[in-house]
C-alpha cells in the first residue's frame, strides 16, 4: 500500500484528489491539507511513501515544504504540482530534492503513474519544463563548479554513461531495458550506480547533477519518453 499525502492550498482540487486517490486499491491518502506547516505533523506521524505538493503555498512554500521534508524524511518522495515553469523555481526546487514535477492540470492517469513509480522510476517532468531546468542550470553554474562534478563523474562507464543519456530523455529502468536489449534487473542496477556516483537519490537529481558537470546535454529537439 503507497501512503500518500496531498498538500494543495485550493480546497477543492485538495479534496477531489483525497477522493480519486483515496479509492485506488493500491493508494492510501493519509490526508490533505493547505499549508506545509500542517503537513510536516503528518508526515512525521503517518510516514506517507509520496507528498503530491502544490510549489505555491500559503506560508512556507512547496521548495521549502520539499527542502524540510527530505531533510527529516530522505525516504518520502517529493512530487510538486506546478502552474509555470518559472526557471528559478524550477532549479531551487530540485536543489530541495524535489522528485519530478506534474502540470496542475495533468490527467489523472499521469498523477496515479507519477505516485506509482519506483524511486529509480522514470522521471515525471513534462518535455518543456526539464528543456528549461536544465537551461537554467547551465546558465547558472560556474566552470569550477562543473569541473568538480565532471570529476565526480568521470568514473562513470561507457554503458553507465549510456544509461545516463537514457535516463535524460525520461526513460525508466524497463524502457531503458528494452532499449538496450538486457534484462530489467540489470538495467535498474546500471541505473542505481549511475545514481550512486552522481550523489543522487532520484532519476531526476542524477540528470540535474549531470547537467550540472557537462556530462549531459538534454536537448528540446529529441524525443524522450515519459
Known amino acids: 500500500m503507497i501512503r500518500v499525502l496531498v498538500v494543495e492550498d485550493q480546497r477543492a482540487m485538495a479534496d477531489a484528489l483525497e477522493i480519486a486517490l483515496g479509492v485506488q486499491p493500491d493508494l492510501d491518502c493519509v490526508g490533505a491539507v493547505r499549508t506545509v506547516e500542517e503537513?510536516?505533523?503528518?508526515?512525521?506521524?503517518?510516514?506517507?511513501h509520496v507528498v503530491l505538493m502544490d510549489i505555491h503555498l500559503p506560508g512556507a512554500d512547496g521548495i521549502e515544504g520539499t527542502r524540510r521534508i527530505r531533510a527529516e524524511h530522505p525516504r518520502t518522495r517529493v512530487l510538486l504540482l506546478t502552474a509555470d515553469t518559472d526557471p528559478g523555481q524550477l532549479v531551487a526546487a530540485t536543489s530541495a530534492g524535489a522528485a519530478g514535477?506534474?502540470?496542475?492540470?495533468?490527467?489523472f492517469p499521469a498523477v496515479l503513474a507519477a505516485i506509482r513509480a519506483p524511486a529509480e522510476g522514470p522521471m515525471f517532468v513534462e518535455e518543456s519544463t526539464l528543456g528549461i531546468l536544465v537551461a537554467a542550470i547551465g546558465s547558472s553554474?560556474?566552470?569550477?563548479?562543473r569541473s568538480r562534478r565532471a570529476a565526480a563523474g568521470a568514473g562513470l562507464t561507457a554503458r553507465e554513461r549510456e544509461v545516463l543519456r537514457l535516463m535524460g530523455r525520461g526513460l525508466g529502468?524497463?524502457?531503458i531495458a528494452e532499449r538496450l536489449?538486457?534484462?530489467p534487473h540489470t538495467a535498474r542496477g546500471h541505473v542505481k550506480r549511475v545514481m550512486a556516483k552522481l550523489g543522487a537519490h532520484s532519476q531526476l537529481e542524477a540528470v540535474v547533477a549531470a547537467a550540472r558537470s557537462g556530462l549531459l546535454r538534454v536537448s528540446g529537439d529529441e524525443p524522450r519518453d515519459y
Open 39 to 48: 503537513a510536516l505533523p503528518l508526515v512525521a506521524s503517518h510516514s506517507p
Open 101 to 107: 514535477f506534474l502540470a496542475k492540470d495533468s490527467a
Open 141 to 145: 553554474t560556474g566552470a569550477a563548479a
Open 173 to 175: 529502468p524497463r524502457a
Open 181 to 183: 536489449v538486457v534484462s
